[in-house]
């Protein structure tokens, strides 16, 4: 079974400054990759995602995330934050077979995000 | 655009009672899931539907099960509600799976006394 770890339950950055939210996967055959935000009091939408191709993957919001196969990563960035970014983020996988596994999204336990002023 | 709809947004249930979770997607989505979120645990599947006439487990199905009554609608339904179940359930829907984005629906906070 897919497992995803996303490191610091909690993170906090000054407004302006780097972004990074780090994500690694456990699986011997390179999952499909997201990562979903959640606004306060609101379902998940998508940021990005990695299927195929370019391993640099550019998002909405200026958000970016970079595939390493041989780290198992999916970090999430952005260079400069915003207020507007204060949310919950997630990381996810899922199987790219077309199997039940490519309907099951694993989600990591997400990272909270605080921009200070 | 109306996308995915859950209702209702809030419900209080005593111990033992039922009730019936209601989602609906206006996408033409093949596939339909029900999560829930619970604090430090991320968001875990109950059931989805790969398509119309199917159903499947997830990774926490007790205590629940789901209908997918047409392509529209897919329904959780809690038959003896327990403590354990208090939790915001989400509904999703996708046009397949394997690395199709998910929409999902506002949610619906549950609480069990």
């Known amino acids: 079974a897919q497992s995803v770890t996303q490191l610091g339950s909690h993170v906090s950055v000054s407004e302006g400054a780097l972004v990074l939210l780090r994500c690694n996967y456990s699986s011997s055959v390179p999952p499909y990759l997201f990562w979903y935000v959640q606004y306060p009091n609101q379902g998940l939408q998508l940021l990005l995602k990695?299927?195929?191709?370019?391993?640099l993957v550019k998002g909405i919001n200026g958000f970016e995330a970079e595939f390493k196969k041989s780290e198992t990563s999916f970090h999430l960035t952005k260079p400069s934050a915003h207020m507007s970014d204060a949310a919950e983020y997630f990381c996810?996988?899922?199987?790219?077979?077309?199997?039940?596994?490519?309907?099951?999204?694993?989600f990591g336990k997400g990272t909270k995000l605080s921009v200070i002023p | 655009n109306a996308g995915v709809t859950q209702t209702p947004k809030f419900q209080v249930l005593k111990t033992g009672q039922s009730m019936t979770l209601q989602c609906a997607q206006d996408?033409?989505?093949?596939?339909m899931y029900w999560y829930r979120q619970d604090p430090g645990m991320g968001l875990r599947l109950i059931y989805y539907s790969a398509s119309e006439g199917t159903t499947d487990k997830g990774e926490v199905p007790n205590g629940y099960n789901v209908s997918r009554l047409n392509k529209r609608e897919f329904s959780l339904r809690l038959e003896s509600a327990a403590p354990s179940q208090t939790s915001v359930y989400f509904c999703a829907s996708s046009g397949r799976g394997g690395g199709e984005k998910l929409f999902f629906g506002s949610g619906t906070q549950l609480s069990v006394l």
């Open positions: 996408m033409n989505h093949n596939s």
């Open positions: 990695y299927t195929t191709g370019a391993t």
């Open positions: 996810a996988v899922s199987d790219r077979n077309t199997g039940a596994g490519s309907y099951q999204l694993t």
